[in-house]
């Protein structure tokens, strides 16, 4: 089977393009617009695979999508592409209502056409899989409550909220036109290749270099961690054995405060880069890197508590996460500590020399 895969040089779509080359016997077509969160580098373990293509291209341009349907007849579409980080999308919405909600509609709107002019063995064959995010269900009152597959909708962020038009708009052409299409709402995800931008990564490479871990308001704040290579475990048993016209929540069963988080990274990284040891801490008056936490002002409109309650998927198609919140973070750590040319090219924005026009 080919999978046509959006937002494969992303942080989530890189993982499911890896794991679907170095796993099954399936074909891939990534197809990235390459924004600055889109890095080739991602996928380089797997890139000269003769399974494996790349095509840059925006999913809002729909002429673009029309032509990669007719050229690789793709028989399931996993659509990861978005814009994700909550912060950017309070400072700049625009971007996540053109990609998310106009991107979304292009691409289920060539992905129909093509499916309405298969033969009806492949039309029943065909799956659109929509991948999406815990954040659209808004936050939990407690520390009991658990979003299922029937929590209300109420997303809090620009980002949130153009992620939840994009879900109504899948839902709703299965019910209009019969379009086969399933849809994940995810956790969040942590692990190798992760933007710096996000929590994690950030806090991993704001202590190597001594500067600042800033935490939300006092890091009370609860979220759910699903390490990156369990989430793409679980998106690919979903597009091949998912049942169409159903929702499957995936999570990791670690619920952490974020200063947990944060702490847990600061005595990882004692222990594996010890401050006596890194160069960065020359003459140092710390000796902790716990003692770089800073707490700021906290975002508006900040979600408190997140949390999956992914029984359905494990009870329906037998998946459960390998990792813990405790192996899972140690991995991650340890891949920034052994990865410094990829992250140091993202940081300088390197990368970005050498993804046009590469493939």
């Not at 039309?123 to 929590?151: M, N, P, W």
């Amino acid at each position: 089977m080919k999978i046509l895969v959006t937002g494969g040089a992303g942080f989530i779509g890189s993982a499911v393009v890896r794991h679907i080359i170095e796993n099954t016997k399936e074909s891939v077509v990534n197809v990235d617009k390459l924004t600055y969160a889109g890095n080739l580098e991602s996928i380089t373990t797997i890139s000269d695979n003769e399974r494996y293509s790349f095509v840059q291209a925006d999913i809002c341009d729909a002429q673009a999508m029309a032509d990669l349907f007719s050229k690789y007849q793709p028989m399931a579409v996993m659509h990861l592409a978005a814009e994700s980080h909550v912060d950017r999308s309070i400072d700049g919405p625009s971007d996540f209502i053109q990609t998310n909600i106009i991107g979304t509609f292009t691409l289920l709107e060539a992905a129909r056409k093509f499916w309405s002019g298969l033969a009806n063995d492949k039309k029943v064959a065909f799956r659109f899989h929509h991948i999406s995010t815990d954040e659209v269900y808004g936050d939990l009152d407690g520390t009991d409550d658990l979003f299922t597959e029937e929590t209300s909708y109420e997303p809090s962020s620009p980002y949130s909220a153009s992620k939840a038009s994009s879900d109504h708009l899948v839902r709703a052409w299965h019910r209009t036109y019969g379009f086969p299409v399933i849809v994940t709402n995810c956790s969040n995800n942590y692990g190798p290749y992760h933007f710096p931008e996000k929590l994690i990564p950030h806090v991993i490479l704001n202590a190597l270099d001594r500067k600042p871990l800033p935490i939300y308001g006092d890091g009370s704040q609860i979220r759910d961690w699903l390490y990156v290579e369990d989430h793409a475990r679980a998106l690919y048993k979903v597009v091949t054995e998912g049942i169409v016209g159903e929702t499957y929540n995936i999570g990791g069963h670690n619920e952490k405060k974020n200063i947990e988080v944060v702490e847990t990274l600061c005595a990882i990284l004692d222990e594996l880069k010890p401050i006596a040891g890194n160069s960065a801490f020359v003459s140092s008056d710390i000796s902790s890197y716990k003692e770089l936490i800073t707490f700021v002002k906290d975002r508006p409109g900040h979600d408190v508590r997140y949390a999956i309650d992914a029984s359905k998927i494990e009870r329906e198609l037998g998946w459960v996460p390998i990792e813990t919140f405790e192996t899972g973070i140690r991995k991650t750590v340890q891949w920034y500590l052994r990865n410094e040319n990829w992250w140091q090219r993202v940081l300088t924005g390197d990368y970005q020399l050498e993804r046009i026009g590469d493939k």
